[in-house]
């Protein structure tokens, strides 16, 4: 077989597993990114494959929807999931990484690879006449954007993401926070801010009247609902946060012995535990009101921040009108989408997407048809979902979880129990998909 090429713009999770899928083919890669030539609002280093939003892939548990993503994953070669196994820092049953580390290990990787191209420079127009997959992300700039808009003969679709602030652990008062996970269970890998009732109160209204970051007046705020911003929660009632990112269930003070009335926690942020992340903290306050109204919660009154939080505008298209099973453009077979723009939303979904995307292409190339993963399996519902017209009418950017799997016949199962049958049957699934495309 000779080896053919391919076009990939974008260097994010997403283009990095695209372009792997597609070296360990035997085929050459040409991956654009345009960091350091030019930033996005949200990205500051110029490493392939920065996280940004979190250093959280979510669940690892083998009973969960990500958990299950992960593993399918795993078992398709991912260059993503092998590097964040490998930098994982600890975060109880969560898929945490050491997010530079993890960077650092998938450009390396990529590097050391017969066939791979990197080309730091902006692609502003569609490539015409190349095998090409667009993996620009949910920042995909101006004049990109434009481009692929012209593409489509469709307008995008937006949604408005926010990033949680960092601190630096020498400036959390360990006379205040304490060390637990939720009901004793796994290892005490957070830290944990309790409030009492009072303040709970004054941190809730310092929230709602806190200055926020202003859209622009041609901007249409649409959060989505997965990742909406800490004050949005706040203003949708008294008890919102208590039951949401500052629940205290589970989570007892061990100086008191009593839970109490929220709490505020903090994750791992790098192997060296020196920066903790707010987790569930989102937030479009301006910086000065962030660090006015975060230094109200017992603990860090000192605290000193790494990384303020921000916000800032996430693109994607139409997937289910636009794209086919396979992640191609309908109007033209040699485009791919992958990643968030595809209306995936999540790290581990995006690169699912980009793994996909990565397999079809060099199927293509080879001149073989490679069918959809089947719609039991997680990577298959997440493509099926963002490529079906079922989904079309009300279509937003989507995080796997089993209700978008196929349901069961599993009257008088408890919810664990239709969980691992889920599962099992997934990767069944994946194992014999897999074997019939060539793929183990």
């Not at 030539?37 to 990205?43: C, G, K, M, T, V």
């Not at 066939?115 to 095998?131: K, M, T, Y």
């Not at 949401?244 to 942020?269: D, H, W």
């Not at 999540?346 to 397999?359: D, I, K, W």
């Amino acid at each position: 077989m000779k080896p053919g090429r391919v076009m990939i713009i974008g260097g994010g999770l997403a283009g990095c597993e695209a372009a792997w899928q597609l070296l360990r083919r035997g085929h050459r890669v040409d991956l654009y990114e345009m960091k350091p030539q030019r930033f996005s609002p949200a990205h500051k280093t110029e490493r392939l494959a920065e996280l940004v939003c979190s250093n959280s892939l979510k669940s690892n548990q083998p009973d969960s929807a990500p958990g299950l993503l992960k593993e399918e994953m795993r078992r398709l070669n991912s260059l993503i999931l092998s590097a964040a196994d490998q930098t994982a820092v600890a975060a109880g049953n969560a898929l945490a990484v050491d997010r530079n580390e993890f960077s650092r290990r998938v450009e390396q990787q990529l590097l050391g690879q017969e066939g791979f191209s990197l080309h730091r420079a902006e692609v502003a127009d569609i490539p015409q006449n190349v095998l090409a997959v667009i993996a620009t992300g949910p920042l995909t700039s101006d004049a990109l954007a434009q481009s692929i808009s012209q593409m489509l003969g469709s307008s995008y679709l937006y949604f408005y993401d926010a990033i949680a602030p960092i601190v630096e652990a020498d400036s959390i008062d360990m006379d205040k926070a304490y060390r637990a996970s939720r009901y004793g269970k796994g290892t005490p890998d957070y830290l944990n801010c309790p409030l009492s009732q009072e303040e709970y109160r004054r941190f809730r209204e310092a929230l709602l009247a806190g200055r926020k970051v202003e859209a622009r007046p041609f901007e249409d705020v649409r959060h989505f609902e997965g990742c909406l911003p800490i004050e949005i929660l706040a203003a949708r009632g008294e008890e919102t946060l208590a039951f949401g990112p500052m629940k205290p269930v589970g989570l007892i003070n061990p100086r008191t012995g009593k839970m109490p009335c929220a709490v505020v926690q903090l994750r791992r942020e790098n192997s060296a535990g020196t920066l903790f992340n707010l987790v569930g903290f989102q937030t479009k306050l301006t910086w000065p009101e962030q660090e006015r109204i975060f230094r109200m919660i017992p603990g860090l009154e000192h605290a000193r921040f790494a990384r303020m939080g921000s916000i800032h505008r996430n693109t994607y298209i139409h997937s289910p009108s636009l794209l086919l099973p396979s992640l191609q453009f309908r109007g033209n077979a040699d485009i791919f989408f992958a990643g968030q723009i595809s209306g995936v939303e999540g790290y581990v979904e995006s690169a699912a997407m980009g793994l996909l995307a990565g397999l079809n292409a060099a199927s293509l190339l080879e001149g073989i048809s490679l069918t959809p993963p089947p719609r039991e399996t997680a990577i298959g519902a997440l493509a099926h979902y963002i490529t079906s017209s079922e989904s079309a009418d009300n279509f937003q950017p989507m995080n796997i979880h089993f209700g978008i799997l196929p349901p069961l016949n599993a009257r008088g199962m408890k919810k664990k129990e239709r969980h691992l049958f889920c599962v099992r049957r997934s990767l069944e699934a994946l194992t014999d998909w897999a074997r019939n495309q060539g793929l183990s």
